[in-house]
């Protein structure tokens, strides 16, 4: 058995040919969203386990963006791990984004997505010895910048990490749907739930210590 292949099936509901890498990366990925919104550390073992699956799936259906993004998601989970562990000793609060980092965020956002959307697309058209054509290069890309962010705003308790997490599971039912990988699209749809009940519990701490 090879557990990282998304051909070798664990189980098979409805006909859908579910993997055990797509199955225990959900499993985990699931257990990581609830556990931010909880504010539990944990959070972050449970990424890792998650981001360790996902590296393997989004390179075997040429997510190459998302692929990459799990690298990233697995320093940075390290990252958070020790950052909360400071944070709840501290007592550091929830914070909001000022309106001069909003805007820097809404100008760069788009800008990081096409040139990475156009650089994923330029290497995988010109190299197709080593890498397949990326899939749907630009939503790929949005998804990868865009999650590098929230995921960077959660470690550092900004609460309108929620909110960019909410717009993010939008794109990726849509891309998860398109390549087949349902488990994952159903995922993120749990996420989507999770992401709007992080916020409002996050938004009901900021107002709490704003009094």
Same mark, same amino acid.
């Given at each position: ?10 189980w ?22 609830w ?9 972050w ?11 393997a ?9 998302n692929m ?20 709840? =000793?501290e ?11 909003c ?20 290497i ?19 998804i ?13 308790r ?19 749907a398109?390549?087949?990988i ?13 992401s709007?009940?992080?916020?409002f519990?996050w =938004?009901?701490?900021l ?5």
């Amino acid at each position: 058995m090879n557990f990282f292949d998304i051909h070798d099936i664990a189980w098979e509901p409805f006909g859908y040919q579910l993997s055990f890498v797509e199955l225990a990366g959900t499993v985990a990925g699931i257990f990581s969203v609830w556990l931010a919104a909880k504010e539990n550390k944990l959070t972050w073992v449970a990424t890792i386990v998650n981001v360790i699956c996902f590296f393997a799936i989004f390179y075997q259906v040429q997510l190459y963006s998302n692929m990459l993004l799990q690298v990233y998601f697995f320093f940075l989970s390290i990252y958070g791990w020790f950052t909360w562990n400071h944070q709840q =000793r501290e007592g550091v609060p929830v914070r909001k984004l000022t309106k001069k980092q909003c805007i820097y965020l809404l100008v760069s956002i788009p800008i990081l997505t096409a040139c990475l959307g156009w650089a994923t697309r330029w290497i995988t058209t010109n190299h197709p010895a080593y890498l397949q054509a990326v899939a749907y290069p630009y939503v790929d890309a949005f998804i990868a910048i865009a999650s590098i962010v929230a995921n960077t705003l959660l470690a550092k308790r900004i609460i309108e990490n929620w909110i960019l997490w909410i717009i993010i599971d939008v794109f990726c039912i849509y891309l998860y749907a398109q390549q087949g990988i349902l488990l994952v699209m159903l995922e993120y749809a749990l996420f989507l739930i999770l992401s709007s009940y992080g916020y409002f519990a996050w =938004r009901k701490e900021l107002n709490n210590d704003s009094r």
